[in-house]
């Protein structure tokens, strides 16, 4: 089974600064999905940026980009120019292309406070 | 809004009980996902239905049961309720079984006293 581990419970910056968020996951699979979710107070789970794993350049959404290194397991995010909007759980996840027995796979969670 | 709809979006019921959680996908969809968020388990994949059929199942217990009618709405049914089952509860859909771009309804938050 796979697993994604979050290392940071909790992360507080300045508005229009650069945050990055750690994710690690560990599979055996080389064929696979990451994506980063947001999830503002409202509870609702919004993809921000997916990255798939054959795929050797990072993927950037506007402010958000990833740091993806395959060989580490690693896969990061990057918050560019922060907003006050941008305060929200975010979780890490991992799909097994094709979908697989475990669906989306969800680290534990950075909570991202930004403050004005 | 991403499409999915779930209902109720609050329930509260007692140990011991049943109820039923209803999810419609996006039009078009044909997989239903659903997750349970907990705070101590955190996310955690229940059961995954594509075109009506059971395609995947994950950490779902024998107490719960799902089904997707030929409408493609899936029901989510909870029973023999405990305290630790109040969650929040996601349903996702996506456009195909193997399609890994998901969108997440708002969740019934399940409140057991």
């Not at chain 2, 999810?23 to 994949?45: A, H, I």
Request: proline share 3%; net charge negative; glycine share 6%.
């Amino acid at each position: 089974a796979q697993t994604v581990t979050q290392s940071q419970p909790e992360m507080s910056v300045q508005e229009a600064e650069t945050v990055t968020l750690s994710c690690t996951y560990d599979t055996s699979e080389s064929n696979y999905y990451l994506f980063w979710y947001k999830q503002p107070p409202s509870r609702q789970m919004i993809l921000v940026i997916r990255q798939e794993a054959y795929k050797q350049q990072n993927a950037t959404e506007n402010r958000f980009s990833v740091n993806f290194q395959k060989a580490a397991k690693s896969f990061s995010l990057k918050i560019s120019d922060s907003q006050l909007g941008d305060t929200a759980m975010y979780f890490c996840a991992f799909m097994m292309k094709g979908g697989g027995a475990d669906g989306l796979t969800f680290g534990k969670g950075t909570h991202l406070i930004i403050q004005p | 809004d991403s499409g999915v709809t779930q209902t109720p979006k609050h329930l509260i019921t007692a140990t011991g009980q049943r109820v039923t959680l209803r999810c419609s996908p996006r039009s078009g969809d044909l997989s239903v996902y659903w997750y349970q968020q907990s705070l101590d388990q955190g996310l955690q994949f229940l059961i995954q239905y594509y075109n009506g059929e059971e395609r995947a199942k994950g950490n779902i217990l024998e107490r719960f049961s799902a089904q997707q009618f030929p409408d493609l709405h899936s029901e989510l049914n909870l029973s023999s309720l405990e305290l630790g089952d109040s969650a929040l509860y996601f349903c996702a859909s996506s456009e195909s079984a193997n399609n890994e771009k998901l969108f997440f309804g708002s969740g019934t938050q399940l409140s057991v006293l």
